[in-house]
Every structure is written in structure tokens, then in C-alpha cells.
Nanobody
Framework: QVQLVESGGGLGQPGGSLRLSCAAS????????MGWYRQAPGKQRELVAS???????NYTDSVKGRFTISRDNTKSTAYLQMNSLKPEDTAVYYC???????????WGQGTQVTVSS
């Protein structure tokens, strides 16, 4: 039984910070690539940041320098540290774990992030 539990979302102020967590169970976390996606109202879902099993990271240009993705394999948890928040960061954020060889693809239920004063 695979389970992804997201936490850390909520209301943030412009210029403030939030930290999202994605705790996984039911799989060998370390062999999965992980990505954080977001979807704002009226917009397509976009990949915000990704991290491979080898800790290689990538970011979309709009969050580069502000967001940091990381993973702790001993805790089977991935994180998204969001600094210098902007109203444009408002979206539902989704955690995704994928293993191509195993044909596994898991999504979290999403967590709302709202950036507003």
C-alpha cells in the first residue's frame, strides 16, 4: 500500500517562507525520482522542481534561486523549501514519485499554498 502524505501548505505572506514535506511509505523511496508540481486556477500543471535518486536537481525558471528541493532517504521524505514567496506561487502543490523501470508513478493528493497579504 503506497501512501504519500503531504504537509506544510497553508497561508504565506509575500516575501515569507513555507516548507512542504512529502512523506512516503509502501515503497523503497531511494530508488524513485521525485518532483514537486503545482497547478494554479486556470493554468496547466507545471513541474516546479525535481530531484533524482542521485540528488540531481532541476527547477523551473520562475522559482530558481527561491525554492530548494531536497530528500532524506533515511526518512523517506522529500521537501520543498519555498523562500521569498510571491502571490504567483499560489497553487495546489503535488508530490510525485516515479520509477521508470518499475513502471511506478505515484501522486500525492495535493496541498494548497496561498500567498497573500
Amino acid at each position: 500500500q503506497v501512501q504519500l502524505v503531504e504537509s506544510g501548505g497553508g497561508l504565506g505572506q509575500p516575501g515569507g517562507s513555507l516548507r512542504l514535506s512529502c512523506a512516503a511509505s509502501g515503497m523503497i523511496f531511494s530508488i524513485y525520482a521525485m518532483g514537486w508540481y503545482r497547478q494554479a486556477p486556470g493554468k496547466q500543471r507545471e513541474l516546479v522542481a525535481s530531484i533524482t535518486s542521485g540528488d540531481s536537481t532541476n527547477y523551473t525558471d520562475s522559482v530558481k534561486g527561491r525554492f530548494t528541493i531536497s530528500r532524506d532517504n533515511t526518512k523517506s521524505t522529500a521537501y520543498l523549501q519555498m523562500n521569498s514567496l510571491k502571490p504567483e506561487d499560489t497553487a495546489v502543490y503535488y508530490c510525485r514519485l516515479k520509477n521508470i523501470g518499475l513502471l511506478d508513478d505515484y501522486w500525492g493528493q495535493g496541498t494548497q499554498v496561498t500567498v497573500s497579504s
